[in-house]
């Protein structure tokens, strides 16, 4: 069976994003060579990977190229968008249909974001391992890492990495 997992940066105060969606905070910490933060063993030990709708249009609006097209990427979303090469919609039985994507041979599946997405799989126990990149920045506002309230659950620390930049990134399996 295929994980879920959580790879994401986070601010300070557990911010993944400003209100509007927006990600200018993250760009004094670039993923480089030099500052890797696992991001390249991670990217190669997935093969698919999940996000919600607004995750989905913020990086639309970003100004590069689709960061994932060689995975199997399916956007959680009221609405279809069409099928794209390698982009597919899930606009119901959410967690039927990502269960079914659990099952499949391959590598993991990551769990890009939204907090709204986040929260529901964590309260169906469906979320397998979480990387967690703190930022050093407080944002004071925003999209909240946990939104809604996630459910109880206990995690086992697997590694805490910190890098001379001053982020820290935590590796959590579930209990």
């Known amino acids: 069976m295929k994980k879920i997992k959580l ?6 105060d557990g911010y993944i994003a400003r209100s509007d969606g927006d990600l200018d905070w993250l760009t004094k910490y670039p993923i480089n060579p030099d500052t890797n933060y696992g991001y390249d063993d991670f990217y190669k030990s997935v093969d698919t990977v999940i996000m919600g709708g607004q995750t989905y249009r913020d990086i639309l609006n970003m100004d590069f190229v689709w960061p994932y097209k060689d995975k199997t990427t399916y956007v959680i979303s009221r609405n279809s968008m069409g099928v794209k090469e390698n982009i597919h919609f899930i606009t ?6 990502i269960s079914k994507l659990r ?3 391959g590598e993991d599946i990551w769990l890009v974001g939204g907090g709204q ?3 529901m799989l964590l309260n169906q126990n469906m979320v397998d391992e979480m990387i967690i990149t703190t930022i050093p920045v407080l944002l004071g506002n925003g999209i909240p890492l946990f939104p809604d309230s996630s459910k109880e659950s206990k995690w086992k620390l697997q590694n805490c990495m910190a890098y001379e930049n001053s982020i820290v990134q935590i590796i959590y399996k579930k209990e």
Do not use: G, K, Q, W
């Open 7 to 12: 790879y994401i940066a986070a601010s300070i």
């Open 92 to 97: 119901e039985n959410i967690v039927e249909e």
């Open 103 to 105: 099952e499949e041979n």
């Open 117 to 119: 997405l986040t929260t």
